[in-house]
């Protein structure tokens, strides 16, 4: 497959794009999914800490 | 050889540059540790990716494809999938957020906050206090090797001038300096790869005709007449074949380096911490994406070029118009770590040598400022202020003594150690990492079941374990250390079983496939019968997860 003469190999060579892929189009579909800001986190543990 | 050095001084000049802006930018311990925690996403996972490989990651895991051919690429696919995919999207949220609930500033800070445990965390922050100078050192030999070849530098100074220069901004400007440095090397190193595949592939005539000759030569007994028997390849029987199942080879390049590496990178302290440098998980999100490419260009090019050139060393003209005739060991001068060099050398052109030579200088100094900050910030603040609870009034200047203690420790090491130490020196640190961290970290951000006994006697459990394994019976890393010989007489306990039986074979088995699922284990059993945390601890633990 590919000139690769093992299909154990072509399936690496394939699984470390396919990998690649995988990491292009989560970015791409969780681009702007922020969750909670560190800045709030942060805020929120320190008025926890205050009320402790 | 001057257009070399004129192109050294503007890369040096553009770090120090960068350096500087992270020291202005560094007013307080959390600028120093974390980088304000506000670091873009695509500086972060270029400094996550340049770290992560070295320059023996691309010379001489790219020799080493060159000799074994495409089963490295498995490591590839482990570097995306685990390196990247998994330690962003399952850990790198966790540990963000787990961090951010906690207050944690360092790796070792935020495995002590989780198990209450000061032990846990001046523990682990003397290992890698102790331990990363030895891997830092293999980083600075290779370099320091590389300065001494390409611009005629004696050694030692070669060792001293590297040292300074990423000591200078990796002390003053802490993770700024750290990260934006590693961000623009990153961007070297990728363009210079990218350039190196097209090429590769370009004169090969394209993806499935590169390949295709890869795989009739190692049918070529003229191609593999000089390599016919060599011990390395045992169990080989071609560049686009796997090894043959159970033999030493086999074990070498699938435990110790697609699953030991592939699998450590997880553990590593100076790439976990960088999840806490960022605002929010869209910064994450997005270094997913930078980070898979960045990686897949770095790994990928490096071991499918490494194979590739053995076509081009029998068949293509260098730039002399000679013909080879040989494979690339021969072309390598019978040196895996030359091979890489000698490719660029005899086959690119000049400029595209002296750019490779700046991007191997990239992927060493971005992996030894994170190791010299890493070992810097665990001595300071998890060893002498947390660990030993020392009163600390100016966390800054302690941190950046720290920093310079273990630059130092790493230069007398690269002093002290052979150069065949490098390979071994990196797979010790990653073994010792893996069975280490790797489960009270795993476990610490995803059980709530896990308890502090539990913790602590996985990360002693798996330390003792992973030490044993590799100083007595695992002979690659045991018999360049000398422990065993200087007890035992032998290499290693189990280098007098003869040839071809299970326990020869078994030296080569990666300690890790032993000590992390015993870590594991130990972490599950204990956990089952001490005291669990209160719901208060885990609550403050959790409070941010969802």
């Known amino acids: 497959m590919f000139g690769i003469a093992s299909t154990e190999l072509a399936l690496a060579y394939l699984l470390s794009i396919g990998a690649g892929l995988l990491c292009v189009i989560y970015g791409i579909v969780k681009y702007n999914d922020t969750g909670p800001m560190t800045e709030e986190l942060r805020e929120a543990a320190e008025r926890e800490g205050e009320k402790a | ?546």
């Open chain 2, 1 to 546: 050889m001057s257009e070399k050095i004129i192109w050294a001084v503007v890369y040096f000049a553009i770090v120090i540059y960068l350096g500087y802006r992270g020291w202005k930018e560094t007013k307080v311990a959390s600028d120093y540790m974390l980088a304000g925690r506000q670091v873009h996403p695509f500086i972060m996972s270029m400094s996550y990716g340049s770290t992560f490989i070295s320059t023996s990651a691309i010379i001489g895991f790219g020799g080493a494809a060159a000799m074994w051919g495409f089963p490295l690429l498995w490591l590839t696919f482990f570097n995306i999938f685990f390196g990247i995919f998994v330690a962003f999207v399952v850990f790198g949220k966790r540990t963000r957020r787990m961090g951010s609930a906690l207050d944690a500033h360092t790796f070792p800070e935020l495995l002590g906050r989780r198990y209450e445990s000061r032990f846990l965390q001046g523990f682990a922050g003397a290992i890698i206090f102790l331990f990363m100078p030895v891997y830092a050192a293999a980083v600075l030999i290779g370099v320091a090797r590389l300065l001494e070849v390409n611009l005629g530098i004696p050694y030692n100074v070669a060792v001293f001038i590297f040292t300074a220069i990423t000591a200078i901004y990796v002390i003053t400007g802490g993770m700024k300096a750290v990260m934006y440095t590693d961000a623009f090397q990153g961007c070297l190193m990728f363009v210079i790869m990218a350039i190196f595949v097209f090429w590769t592939y370009h004169w090969l005539g394209g993806f499935t005709s590169a390949h295709q000759q890869l795989t009739d030569l190692a049918l070529n007994p003229a191609a593999t007449e000089a390599i016919k028997g060599h011990p390395m390849l045992r169990g080989w029987r071609g560049w686009t074949q796997g090894l043959d199942f159970g033999t030493p080879m086999w074990l070498v390049v699938y435990t110790t380096i697609v699953y030991g590496v592939g699998i450590g990178v997880l553990a590593q302290p100076q790439l976990a911490v960088r999840f806490m440098t960022v605002k929010s998980d869209r910064e994450l999100n997005r270094g997913v994406m930078y980070g898979g490419i960045f990686l897949m260009f770095m790994t990928g090019v490096a071991f499918v070029v490494g194979a590739l050139s053995n076509v081009v060393f029998f068949k293509i003209p260098d730039i002399t118009g000679k013909v080879l005739g040989q494979v690339a060991f021969i072309g390598g001068d019978k040196n895996i770590d030359k091979i890489i060099p000698a490719y660029v050398t005899n086959y690119f052109p000049e400029w595209f040598g002296t750019f490779f030579l700046l991007a191997m200088f990239a992927a060493a100094m971005s992996t030894l400022s994170g190791q010299f900050h890493a070992a810097g910030t665990s001595l300071g603040r998890d060893v002498y202020e947390k660990g030993l609870g020392a009163r600390v009034t100016n966390v800054l200047t302690v941190n950046r003594i720290a920093a310079l203690v273990s630059v130092l420790l790493a230069m007398a090491c690269a002093f002290v150690l052979p150069e065949s130490i490098i390979a071994k020196a990196t797979a010790f640190f990653f073994g010792l990492c893996s069975a280490t961290f790797l489960p009270v970290f795993i476990l610490g951000l995803t059980w709530k079941g896990v308890t502090k006994i539990g913790g602590i006697a996985s990360m002693l459990g798996g330390f003792a374990v992973s030490f044993f394994l590799l100083m007595f019976l695992h002979t690659p890393v045991s018999a360049p250390l000398g422990i065993c010989k200087s007890l035992f007489g032998v290499p290693s306990l189990l280098a007098s079983y003869a040839p071809g039986t299970t326990g020869f074979n078994m030296q080569f088995l990666d300690p890790n496939i032993v000590a992390m699922p015993v870590a594991f284990i130990i972490a599950w059993v204990v956990s089952m019968g001490t005291a669990k945390f209160e719901d208060k601890h885990l609550q403050k633990c959790w409070r941010f997860m969802a």
